[in-house]
């Protein structure tokens, strides 16, 4: 059973990078799929963050790609998101998903989301 | 970006009821890439139908996807209590990939 959980600093101040890693359990992330980061804020629902492809190809949402970089450490089985300059409107439940693309496009496995807190 | 739009907000409804959720697109949406999640509170979403109308495994054949373009439907065919909940549509065809706002299904 695919299992992945988020950890990193719930509080995070202003102007600084928030910094997550997700740890891959059940599964063998250079085996395949792409791995991403899901957020959601009760004032901008369910946001896609980006995503990431085991053989290193990334993708991101034009409005936050300045400040994103989603990489992979396939020794310890994770990968990580680090978002930089951070204001408060960057609070939110950041959850670690798997994402499916062949033939159809989804995610199948979520984390059990972390929240961030962005403040001073 | 491709705007997802869900309605109702809300629904109220009883145990026993089919509940029905629209989903509408700014712009076409392939099929392919048209999924449903349901979330519950303090809870991660969870997959119900991808591909439009296919159920994610483990998924109730009471849950149902349809439609094409840029209207979709998740229909429940008969509210279980354990059905009351979030659900939202998403679509992965165009960048970004983009959810609707969601649908609460509620006790009436």
């Known amino acids: 059973q695919v299992q992945l959980q988020e950890s990193g600093p719930g509080l995070v101040k202003p102007s600084e990078t928030l910094s997550l890693t997700c740890t891959v359990s059940?599964?063998?992330?250079?085996?395949?799929?792409?791995w991403g980061w899901i957020r959601q804020s009760p004032g901008k629902g369910l946001e896609w963050i980006g995503t990431?492809?085991?053989?290193?190809?990334?993708y991101y949402n034009p409005s936050l790609e300045s400040r994103l970089t989603i990489s992979l450490d396939t020794s310890r089985n994770q990968f990580s998101l680090n978002l930089s300059s951070v204001t408060a409107a960057d609070t939110a439940v950041f959850y670690c998903t798997r994402f499916a693309v062949t033939p159809y496009r989804y995610f199948d496995v979520w984390g059990r989301g972390t929240l961030v807190t962005v403040s001073s | 970006e491709i705007v997802l739009t869900q309605s109702p907000d809300t629904l109220s409804l009883s145990p026993g009821e089919r509940a029905t959720l629209s989903c509408r697109a700014s712009?076409?949406?392939?099929?392919?890439?048209l999924a449903w999640y349901q979330q519950k509170p303090g809870q991660a979403p969870r997959l119900l139908i991808y591909?439009?109308?296919s159920r994610a495994t483990g998924i109730p054949d009471r849950f149902s996807g349809s439609g094409s373009g840029t209207d979709f439907t998740l229909t429940i065919s008969g509210l279980e209590p354990e059905d009351f909940a979030a659900y939202y549509c998403q679509q992965c065809g165009t960048s970004p990939w983009t959810f609707g706002q969601g649908t609460k299904v509620e006790f009436k």
């Open positions: 712009q076409s949406v392939s099929s392919t890439y």
């Open positions: 059940g599964y063998s992330i250079s085996s395949g799929y792409y």
């Open positions: 591909g439009a109308s």
């Open positions: 990431i492809y085991y053989g290193g190809t990334t």
